[in-house]
């Protein structure tokens, strides 16, 4: 063509952050079904601003402490745990963002000495006690309810998914 | 189980399946008109091939081609819901629909009471074997 093409207008389209299922509410029970946690029942304690979820194990009952999740990689129970005592508003993604570390860029960067472990700060083992301090107290009052969060899911022969009431 | 007027069937295969009726009266080899009663459960009277029933051993005491309310009659007489819910077919129906219900929870809740279960039986059958 004779003229040049137009200039490309700015991106306008920014992805928003995904929309909460119906079926999560504070207090949920979820599944996760992938990632270093997968087959573990935990609870769902609010939706961050990116979208992901905020769950806690609780840590004392199978090991999962507050983390965030991808709501597609989750099943939602219909179980509920009460967690209107948790106050879970100081948590944010900046609370959970990696801390940048400068890229080393010598020839043996690559296979350097391991990776800095991070090391666990008082603060996330306090924040994981106040939190889970209240949800257990309500976990407590449901029978059954702490072996339930410590058991993993797992499909059995015969069970379909699509055709199982969660 | 004869197909006779009187007969109560279970519909297995169609819209109506899962419905209790009652034979009417018999069209041929292969039909026979069947009544719910529409009043008891919506089921019209109708024509329905017998590979669609599967007989009970409910009867009632009707004449072929008996109307509405003489069916009403027979019907209520036989207590045909009390006798079909207390026989362990209907049970079974019942009892596979609640474990489809079952939540997550209710599942764990299940496999719990099975183990629990499951060692009263065993301690007790170890003692038995042992004498």
Known sequence: ?166 | RLVEAGRVCLVNFGPLVGKLVVIVNVVDGKRVLVDGPSTVNGVPRQIMPLARLSLTIIKIDIEPGSRLPTLMKAYKAADVQKQWAESSWAKGIAKKAAKTKLSDFDRFKVMVARKTRARVVNTHMKKMLKK
């Open chain 1, 1 to 166: 063509p004779a003229e040049d093409p137009p200039p490309l207008s700015p991106r306008r389209n920014v992805a928003k952050p995904a929309k909460l299922r119906e079926s999560i509410t504070p207090g949920t029970v979820l599944i996760l079904l992938s990632g270093r946690f997968r087959g573990k029942r935990v609870v769902f304690l609010k939706q961050l601003e990116s979208g992901l979820l905020l769950v806690t194990g609780p840590y004392k009952i199978n090991g999962v402490p507050l983390r965030r999740i991808n709501q597609a990689f989750v099943i939602a129970t219909s179980t509920k745990v009460d967690v209107s005592g948790a106050d879970v508003k100081k948590f944010n993604d900046a609370y959970f963002a990696r801390p940048k570390t400068k890229a080393t860029k010598s020839a043996d960067g690559f296979f350097a000495a391991e990776s800095q472990k991070q090391e666990l700060s008082a603060d996330r083992i306090a924040d994981q006690k106040a939190v889970d301090a209240k949800i257990l107290d309500a976990v407590k009052k449901v029978e059954f309810m702490k072996p339930y969060l410590n058991s993993r899911f797992s499909l059995s022969k015969g069970q379909q998914p699509h055709a199982m009431v969660f």
